[in-house]
């Protein structure tokens, strides 16, 4: 596993530890490491951060395929550049889960992977096809040349996750996680919650050494109570190319922030 933040490494290796099948034999944060790592120990499968330190991670899946040809490569990244997915796939990887899905699809993309088929998020659906012939893919994938290309398409599509939870716990450690995920590629995160969840969500972010007030002093993180979300008193001085018209000034604030910072802008 590699990755330079270190409460993500946790929610990965929380996530295995309930899967008897699965064991984390390393744990490094920057690329050149990875690299090291990878001969030491030939793995079955590395997950792959995209920006790393020494050494970022479409450059270390290249040297890692030199060393440790039979490793399959997993690339795990908030990174959703077209041209970005493209060449870490194009490494010979065997897929690419955008981190912020991750809580739905970082079990299902590793399965795929050691299997031998390849995975990439539903929500990079952008890409008709990828080249993901190499010598990690299963024998029916070499037989099945896949030629790839990303293109964007010409009309933008929004697509809203639903997940159900049956207790609290797992609500706030799964959203924390998102959160935390959001923050650290620079997102701007709305959080809509109840002021039980909200304190919850606050003392898992703390836990997991988030600076939160410095996030919220930097309006990329925006707690909003439930009720208040819901209000009728909307801003509707702030129109947003394909966003309603009409939304909670707070959100309107956080719209204004991400812009002018070019960062994206996630609500949850």
């Given at each position: 596993?590699?990755?330079?933040?270190?409460?993500?490494?946790?929610?990965?290796?929380?996530?295995?530890?309930?899967?008897p099948e699965l064991q984390v034999i390393g744990e490094v944060s920057d690329g050149?490491?990875?690299?090291?790592?990878?001969?030491?120990?030939?793995?079955?499968?590395?997950?792959?951060?995209?920006?790393?330190?020494?050494?970022?991670?479409?450059?270390?899946?290249?040297r890692i395929r030199e060393v440790s040809p039979t490793s399959k490569i997993l690339f795990i990244s908030e990174n959703r550049s077209l041209d970005v997915v493209e060449q870490a796939l194009n490494t010979g990887a065997g897929g690419y889960v955008v981190k912020s899905n991750a809580a739905g699809e970082l079990l299902p993309a590793v399965e795929a992977v050691l299997r031998g088929r390849p995975f990439v998020s539903p929500g990079l659906a952008c890409c008709d096809s990828i080249n993901l012939?190499?010598?990690?893919?299963?024998?029916q994938a070499r037989r099945d040349k896949v030629v790839a290309?990303?293109?964007?398409?010409?009309?933008?599509?929004?697509?809203?996750?639903?997940?159900?939870?049956?207790?609290?716990?797992?609500?706030?450690?799964?959203?924390?996680?998102?959160i935390e995920a959001g923050l650290e590629n620079g997102n701007a995160v709305v959080v809509i919650a109840t002021e039980s969840h909200r304190a919850n969500l606050l003392q898992q972010l703390r836990a997991d050494a988030v600076d939160v007030e410095a996030a919220a002093e930097r309006k990329r993180y925006i707690p909003l109570?439930?009720?208040?979300?819901?209000?009728?008193?909307?801003?509707?001085s702030t129109a947003g190319d394909g966003f309603a018209?009409?939304?909670p000034p707070a959100i309107a604030e956080a719209l204004r922030t991400s812009k002018e910072r070019h960062l994206h802008l996630a609500v949850g």
């Open positions: 596993m590699v990755d330079d933040y270190e409460p993500w490494r946790r929610f990965v290796s929380s996530t295995f530890q309930k899967q050149l490491e990875a690299v090291r790592k990878a001969q030491e120990l030939l793995p079955d499968l590395i997950l792959l951060d995209i920006g790393l330190p020494t050494l970022n991670g479409i450059e270390a899946a290249r012939e190499n010598e990690h893919t299963a024998e290309h990303c293109r964007p398409h010409s009309v933008e599509r929004h697509r809203h996750e639903l997940k159900l939870y049956s207790d609290s716990a797992a609500f706030v450690e799964d959203f924390a996680h998102s109570d439930v009720s208040d979300s819901l209000s009728t008193d909307m801003d509707t018209k009409r939304v």
